[in-house]
């Protein structure tokens, strides 16, 4: 054996042991970490049935108890909580739910299963030998009920934003600054909810989002400083040909608005306004056109023409008197331009009244005050003119009945008994009234029979009137205007329309039926009338029937009641 062949052969001998070494380090290593493994899994097997210590859920001590001790005890402290009412806050406004309602509850089995179930993850099993302290429960919910409930309490729970608003009173801005507004963040309100529901102390605080006005702060404040500071700092004088007048702060307030437009504020000055009072400061401004009128001349309808005249431009007024309060100068000069009418000679001539489309007339009685009371309404509405579309008001027409405006008192029927009154009477216009309008086939907005027959008036077929409550109402729904024309004359009440021939109209009264008999009754009123009575009590029904271009148009019917004139004795029923 050479040298060279002993060194190897002594490396070899020495290699050996090294090698044998090495391998019985790592079986034993291997050893060592499946006994580890296999204690720290048996050690987590032997806890998983046990709550770790010092473990609270929601404030419920359940720590070391087996998994069904705590399941009990949570149940028993928390399960009830869904049906009592949820207080939900946002900002300084309150409201509840019901947990319940939108399937809001505790969840005790994935609650307890979360602490007890067989887990290698080091945190549990340090959570057994050190305690788990406070632990989140688990909820259940229904997201879509719950966001569903929400937005029902927006309007309860969220502060609209305040719009920034400048209007004047008295000369006076009054200024309304802007203000954010609060909303509920629902996104984040409904995971919010299901987290802290059993944990936090109620109300619970919803998370916000923030709405801002369209018109800020800012906006108002440079309305305030470049239009209502100007507009307010004195009057305006304003020049129309040889004529000054000033406009006061008030004056000038009264026609202004001052109106958001795209979250800036701009000054509107309403010219109209600003000319009627001028007109009112200096009549002799006021010189506007005249409207034609329909009037009865010589027995028929004639037209007076309208007339044009020279008045203040409304627009270059308003125009004129902005820039003058707000660039200081206080001053502005306006011309006149053409006033037409409002109501031209042409448009009356389009209105087509030229025929008689229906007239009816009652007879007067022997009372010669009652007389003059019908004497003075149908002056006071005779040429009332009736356009298409525009309805009559017998109460509107006559204006207020009073004896400053020439009406007296005379003999009225008032809950079911005789009296008197300023005016008795008029309804005997109304009920001629009425007439004119159902044979001209107007539409019958309202009207009232009487509670007792007047042998005067067609049975069924007429309107008292009681001002203020009992009013007799007529549509004019033709494409025609109708000219109303009243008089008295031989004995009789006469209402005649005046207009183009438009519907044809039939009627039918029945025969009477329900026939009551008078009774005596007493009266303790101390303005009592006697009264002798007589006459029977009856129902009846009128029919009236429309036609238009030789086809039925409409079909109306109405049912009255009149009660018999019974034998009034005024005093107490024996």
């Known amino acids: 054996m050479t040298e060279e062949e002993d060194v190897t052969a002594l490396a070899h001998f020495e290699a050996e042991p090294e090698k044998s070494r090495g391998t019985r380090v790592a079986v034993w290593t291997t050893i060592l970490v499946a006994l580890l493994a296999f204690g720290y899994a048996g050690t987590a097997w032997y806890l998983q049935d046990k709550?770790?210590?010092?473990?609270?859920?929601?404030?419920?001590?359940?720590?070391?108890?087996?998994?069904?001790?705590?399941?009990?005890?949570?149940?028993?402290?928390?399960?009830?909580?869904?049906?009592?009412?949820?207080?939900?806050?946002?900002?300084?406004?309150?409201?509840?739910?019901?947990?319940?309602?939108?399937?809001?509850?505790?969840?005790?089995?994935?609650?307890?299963?979360?602490?007890?179930?067989?887990?290698?993850?080091?945190?549990?099993?340090?959570?057994?030998?050190?305690?788990?302290?406070?632990?989140?429960?688990?909820?259940?919910?229904?997201?879509?009920?719950?966001?569903?409930?929400?937005?029902?309490?927006?309007?309860?729970?969220?502060?609209?934003?305040?719009?920034?608003?400048?209007?004047?009173?008295?000369?006076?801005?009054?200024?309304?600054?802007?203000?954010?507004?609060?909303?509920?963040?629902?996104?984040?309100?409904?995971?919010?909810?299901?987290?802290?529901?059993?944990?936090?102390?109620?109300?619970?605080?919803?998370?916000?989002?923030?709405?801002?006005?369209?018109?800020?702060?800012?906006?108002?404040?440079?309305?305030?400083?470049?239009?209502?500071?100007?507009?307010?700092?004195?009057?305006?004088?304003?020049?129309?040909?040889?004529?000054?007048?000033?406009?006061?702060?008030?004056?000038?307030?009264?026609?202004?608005?001052?109106?958001?437009?795209?979250?800036?504020?701009?000054?509107?000055?309403?010219g109209q306004a600003l000319r009627t009072r001028l007109a009112e400061l200096q009549p002799d401004l006021s010189n506007d056109g005249k409207d034609a009128r329909i009037l009865i001349q010589n027995g028929v309808p004639a037209i007076i023409p309208s007339e044009a005249g020279q008045a203040i431009d409304v627009d270059g007024l308003a125009t004129a008197v902005a820039d003058a309060a707000l660039s200081g100068t206080r001053s502005a000069t306006v011309g006149l331009a053409d006033a037409e009418a409002e109501f031209t000679t042409e448009e009356a001539q389009a209105l087509g009244v030229a025929q008689e489309v229906s007239v009816f007339s009652t007879p007067l009685t022997s009372d010669d005050v009652r007389t003059q009371n019908l004497i003075n309404g149908t002056r006071i509405i005779n040429n009332t003119l009736v356009k298409p579309g525009e309805t009559f008001s017998l109460i509107r027409a006559l204006g207020p009945v009073t004896e400053a405006r020439g009406f007296v008192s005379s003999g009225v029927v008032e809950n079911g008994f005789y009296s008197h009154a300023v005016g008795g009477g008029l309804s005997q216009l109304s009920t001629t009234t009425y007439n004119a309008a159902y044979f001209a086939g107007m539409d019958l907005v309202e009207h009232k029979p009487h509670s007792r027959w007047f042998s005067r008036y067609p049975e069924g077929r007429e309107a008292t009137m009681w001002v203020p409550s009992v009013d007799m109402k007529f549509k004019n729904s033709t494409p025609y205007g109708v000219l109303v024309q009243a008089w008295v004359e031989g004995g009789r009440v006469w209402v005649r329309f005046w207009s183009t021939p438009y519907f044809r109209v039939e009627t039918n009264t029945s025969a009477r039926y329900n026939i009551t008999q008078p009774q005596t009754v007493y009266n303790s009123d101390p303005e009592c009338l006697p009264e002798s009575g007589g006459q029977s009590g009856f129902s009846v029904k009128v029919t009236r029937w429309r036609y238009l271009d030789g086809a039925q148009f409409d079909t109306e019917s109405w049912n009255w009641t009149y009660s018999p004139w019974n034998n009034v004795v005024c005093g107490t029923a024996p």
Not at 62 to 83: C, F, K, T, V, Y
Not at 203 to 210: K, V
Not at 232 to 244: F, S
């Open 51 to 270: 709550v770790p210590n010092n473990t609270t859920v929601a404030g419920v001590p359940i720590g070391g108890l087996s998994a069904p001790e705590a399941a009990e005890r949570l149940d028993a402290n928390l399960g009830s909580l869904d049906d009592d009412p949820l207080q939900l806050a946002l900002a300084d406004r309150t409201a509840t739910i019901i947990p319940a309602s939108v399937g809001l509850g505790l969840d005790v089995e994935a609650t307890v299963d979360s602490l007890t179930s067989f887990s290698l993850d080091p945190r549990m099993l340090w959570a057994h030998l050190q305690g788990a302290g406070d632990v989140d429960p688990v909820s259940t919910v229904d997201e879509d009920a719950l966001r569903v409930a929400l937005e029902s309490l927006r309007p309860e729970l969220e502060i609209e934003p305040v719009e920034g608003q400048i209007v004047f009173a008295d000369g006076v801005a009054q200024v309304t600054d802007a203000a954010d507004g609060v909303h509920i963040d629902l996104e984040n309100a409904v995971p919010t909810i299901v987290e802290t529901w059993l944990t936090d102390s109620e109300p619970i605080e919803l998370p916000t989002t923030t709405v801002e006005p369209a018109v800020g702060q800012d906006a108002v404040d440079a309305a305030v400083r470049d239009i209502v500071e100007p507009l307010t700092a004195g009057p305006v004088n304003v020049t129309v040909g040889e004529i000054n007048q000033d406009l006061s702060v008030a004056d000038i307030t009264a026609a202004a608005v001052v109106e958001p437009v795209d979250g800036v504020f701009q000054l509107r000055l309403d």
